[in-house]
């Protein structure tokens, strides 16, 4: 009828008019989803990069917001993006079922690392680094951290990924009241909350072999291979705000980089 209105949900299936393609006769956020799929799977937006912002994807395929949360739903659920809060939608590494497959580059790829697993905290607790802790942190005898324990789990996996510490400068400790309720990264919580920026990342992996206990708990044989990857973040001032380490299986774990010849 003349003057109708459309509702949304209409409007964003209506088939196009005879004579149009059959792309244009699939529903609007099959197309937008196809289009940026085949974006992230080119290149045009790398692993660690940004998508645009919902806004800007609605002003560029002229749809709804509406159209635009479905066609990132189905991204996500292929495991190509991940979505948190004020970091907006990031392109996550590709996942081999059973493996955690990590790859960083900058900083602002350890945002992407986390956003698709789930973090169960199992303790939460000032300690006073003695000499062991000190060969496994990297941190002064004697200093007061704040130490967090737990796994991290992978969507959709029972067995952990790895086993996770936090250690977290005291300076920063009241972070620690918030860490129940938080998903992803903590350094992006702790630069909000104090007002400072993380400029440096440095990691180191090592090889390690899994003792009884732990080796039980993430679902492989005593004595399993394992990786241990140890980040330390530092601040402008040059201190340590942040020391994370973890042991990840063997067989469950592949860390990928690539580099490129910088010519002069």
Known sequence: MSGSRQTQSDAETTPAQPGAGTESKRPLYLQVAG???????????????????????????SVSRYTVREA??????????????????VVIPPRVSGSDIQQVMSINDLLALGTD?????????????????????????????????????NEGENAPASRTEHFINRKYAAVG?????????????????????????????????????????????????????RRTYTTADASVAQITINIHPGTRFQHSMSMRRVRN
């Open 177 to 229: 009241r918030l860490l129940q309720r938080h998903e992803g990264p903590i350094f992006p919580l702790i630069e909000d909350l104090f007002g400072i920026n993380i400029v440096r990342v440095e990691q180191q992996i090592s090889a390690a072999i899994l003792p009884p206990p732990l080796a039980a708990v993430l679902e492989v044989e005593e004595g399993s291979a394992a990786l241990e990857i």
């Open 72 to 89: 990132l739903r189905l991204l996500r659920e292929d495991g190509l993006v991940a979505s948190r809060k004020r970091a907006g939608t």
């Open 117 to 153: 697993t789930r973090f169960r905290i199992d303790a939460i607790h000032t300690v006073t680094i003695d000499t062991e802790l000190a060969a496994h942190t990297g941190l002064e005898p004697g200093e007061q951290w704040l130490r967090v324990e737990g796994f991290r789990f």
């Open 35 to 61: 289009t940026l799929r085949e974006e992230i799977v080119s290149g045009v937006y790398p692993v660690g990069s940004k998508l645009p912002t919902e806004d800007g994807l609605c002003e560029r395929f």
